[in-house]
């Protein structure tokens, strides 16, 4: 779940993972940059299976010649204890040999701190023969309060997944979703990234509430969460953070709110995977009220099949 989620941030916002996830490399404006994600389904019948969890590559190429190519090679790792720097080389060394280039950097984004192995040296008595080592991201040991006014939305997204004092929670976890709002116009991806927010910060029941009559309600710069909120869906009543919770209400708005409330929905229910992405395009063919029957019908669901079998039936119905 984690590396599905951290994949998607990477591809939607590679220029801005790369300037926070890999700075030591990363000491110019990338804008002039063309950035190229190698696509995990063509790597897999080189590399093999075992190396699926480990890749989102990036080929940085710089069109106007001012610096060579350079592939990125980013690894998310949610646990410090399970991740293994000899898997890691070793894949370094296999994407070297099929991108047919040695300007391969290594990152490895730690969500939580713990004892593992930085570098790698390999040699006998007498000489080395490779040293290996990577950058390290420990997201643990970054502090929110220095991100919390960022310009760079993957810092500000990643907010809740810092360090930061217990009493400041409710805090960190508004200036996220202000950092969405502000940073982020499309409305899709908003939806899409306040699910990944409200994920990792894993509020609870009292906190929501706290966090809803203390910050929603306050006439401050926070009210664009709650304008934002209310273009997703526009729900008279409450739609509660649980998906297990009943819809208060009745659904109103334009089809464009409806798709961006029921994408919102799945998306929590389902988690961020290639397969949703892809049939929630096809959201667009129905009107607001066959939508507003998806939002009812989907509190039933059980797995991402059932989702997919409702769209092929509703589609087969139109034709």
Not at 126 to 148: E, G, M, P, T
Request: hydrophobic share 35%.
């Amino acid at each position: 779940m984690h590396d599905q989620n951290f994949k998607n941030l990477i591809i939607d916002y590679p220029r801005e993972a790369l300037t926070f996830f890999a700075k030591e490399e990363v000491d110019e404006d990338l804008t002039q940059a063309r950035i190229i994600p190698i696509r995990q389904e063509q790597l897999k019948q080189r590399l093999g299976e075992r190396f699926r969890e480990l890749d989102t590559p990036l080929l940085v190429e710089w069109p106007d010649g001012r610096r060579e190519a350079i592939l990125f090679v980013i690894e998310e790792e949610t646990q410090s204890n399970r991740f293994s720097i000899h898997r890691l080389a070793h894949y370094c060394l296999d994407m070297a040999d099929l991108m047919k280039t040695e300007r391969v950097i290594p990152v490895v984004i730690f969500l939580n701190s713990g004892i593992r192995q930085d570098s790698l040296c390999l040699g006998g008595d007498r000489q080395h023969y490779l040293n290996f080592c990577y950058i390290v991201c420990d997201l643990k040991q970054h502090s929110a309060a220095d991100h919390q006014d960022s310009g760079n939305i993957i810092a500000r997204l990643n907010l809740p997944n810092m360090q930061y004092p217990k009493q400041q929670r409710l805090q960190i976890y508004s200036a996220a979703h202000l950092g969405l709002v502000q940073l982020e116009p499309d409305l899709n991806k908003q939806s899409k990234y306040i699910d990944f927010i409200d994920y990792y910060a894993d509020l609870s029941e009292q906190e929501i509430i706290e966090y809803r009559t203390h910050y929603l309600n306050e006439e401050d710069e926070t009210m664009g969460l709650a304008q934002i909120l209310r273009q997703e869906g526009k729900l008279e009543g409450k739609l509660e953070g649980k998906l297990e919770g009943k819809l208060e209400g009745k659904l109103e708005g334009r089809q464009e709110e409806c798709i961006a409330l029921a994408s919102r929905l799945l998306r929590r229910k389902f988690g961020i995977q290639p397969e949703l992405e892809q049939s929630l395009g096809q959201l667009q063919a129905f009107p607001a009220e066959k939508l507003e029957d998806l939002i009812e019908a989907l509190f039933d669901w059980v797995e991402i099949n059932d989702f997919t079998q409702w769209l092929k039936q509703q589609l087969a119905e139109s034709n």
